[in-house]
């Protein structure tokens, strides 16, 4: 069973940059034909997705966000990591990590998502 967890603060000042890991067991990032997503959603909105690493570590990012964000990996972990940058009130959001199944598209696998709020 494939099981994803973030793990990261749960307040995070104005300006500062905001670190979320995700901790994936029962199955590698590395394996081919998964990509790792980050996804969050809002107070009251719906999902946005910000950006993905794919299995061989190239990254695609939401247009919105990409001057913001990046994700990185640590293979030896099996960990991937969302960084996002200059934050604003308007960041605060649930935020989950996500597995993706290339071949359909599909959101396979979901962690229990993390609560980020944005505030002084």
């Known amino acids: 069973q494939v099981r994803l967890q973030e793990s990261g603060p749960g307040l995070v000042k104005p300006s500062q940059t905001l670190s979320l890991t995700c901790t994936v067991s029962g199955g590698s990032i590395t394996t081919k034909y998964y990509y790792w997503n980050w996804i969050r959603q809002p107070p009251g909105k719906g999902l946005e997705w910000m950006g993905a690493?794919?299995?061989?570590?190239?990254?695609y990012y939401t247009p919105s966000l990409k001057s913001r964000t990046s994700i990185s990996r640590d293979t030896s972990k099996n960990q991937f990591t969302l960084h996002l940058t200059s934050v604003t009130p308007e960041d605060t959001a649930v935020y989950y990590c996500v597995r993706e199944w290339i071949a359909t598209r599909e959101y396979e696998y979901w962690g229990q998502g993390t609560q980020v709020t944005v505030s002084s």
């Open positions: 690493i794919t299995n061989s570590g190239s990254t």
